[in-house]
């Protein structure tokens, strides 16, 4: 994947003093359940692979099973070692571009690899969780760690199965959660006429959500500002909109 080179210039000489590399914002995604990664019945997935191809230089979309964290983990790791030189810099870690979102099981493990990468001091500028389910071996879903700049909680709250109603910052001067938004299927029903009879049954409000292309389309509005370069890293921020010095004496 092709990363951007920014030139930082000096302002008293406007000469180059070193390079800052891009990286392509990275875009991990986690879907419910049993659901395997490649499932282009469920929108998150759909999502991603129309992310993937509206943005092939600027973004690095990748989908995973809700129990292949480690995996997820991984290619996170990997792609922001930038030189790949098999150590993360303190440079690699502040031009860090990330944004992790899922449904369900998948919301859960969304905040457990926020988690994983504050512990490994890297950022993540927007977690997105819809109707996030705690798996019993994972740790609260509902606190949002300091290392994510940004959060937003989709939920419902009807039927058997429902998705959590509340996210909480950690560090609030940190993360700023935009939203606990809910959903309510009661009246506008939605067509899930493409999934299993017992998801239909006994959790329908859980997947109409989740084939809810109103809350889609905003998530993937949001997830393309991130790509597009809003809410860029201080460091990269300033060598795009610091001008060069004149050298004329």
């Known amino acids: 994947m092709a990363a951007t080179v920014l030139v930082v210039w000096s302002c008293i000489a406007g000469t180059a003093l070193a390079q800052v590399v891009v990286p392509p914002t990275i875009v991990i995604g986690f879907v419910g359940g049993r659901v395997h990664a490649n499932n282009g019945v469920h929108l ?25 964290g480690e995996d997820a983990l991984k290619e996170v790791m990997r792609e922001v070692d930038t030189n790949h030189d098999g150590k993360i810099s303190r440079a690699e870690r502040e ?13 859960s493990q969304t905040v457990t690899l926020a988690q994983q990468l504050d512990r490994e001091k890297i950022p993540v500028l927007l977690t997105v969780q819809v109707d996030s389910v705690a798996k019993s071996n994972e740790i609260d879903g509902g606190e949002i760690p300091g290392n994510v ?3 937003i909680n989709f939920y ?5 199965l429902r998705g959590r109603s509340v996210i909480r910052a950690m560090e609030p001067l ?4 935009l939203g606990n938004i809910r ?12 999934f299993p009879w017992f998801a239909r049954t006994f959790m329908r409000p859980h997947i109409e959500i989740e084939n809810d292309a109103r809350v889609w389309d905003r ?4 997830i393309e500002e991130r790509i597009d370069g809003q809410g860029v890293p201080a460091v990269v921020a ?12």
């Open 219 to 222: 998530i993937e509005a949001m």
């Open 95 to 107: 031009a860090a571009r990330i944004v992790i979102y899922g449904h369900s099981w998948g919301a």
């Open 238 to 249: 300033s060598a795009q909109t610091r001008p060069a010095a004149s050298t004329a004496q």
């Open 149 to 151: 700049a940004q959060a």
């Open 44 to 68: 998150e997935v759909s999502m991603a692979e129309r992310l993937q191809r509206l943005h092939p230089r600027d973004a690095l979309v990748r989908v995973f099973a809700n129990h292949h």
């Open 156 to 160: 419902q709250a009807n039927g058997m």
């Open 174 to 177: 940190k993360t700023k959660i």
């Open 183 to 194: 959903s309510d299927y009661s009246v506008h029903k939605i067509d899930c006429h493409k």
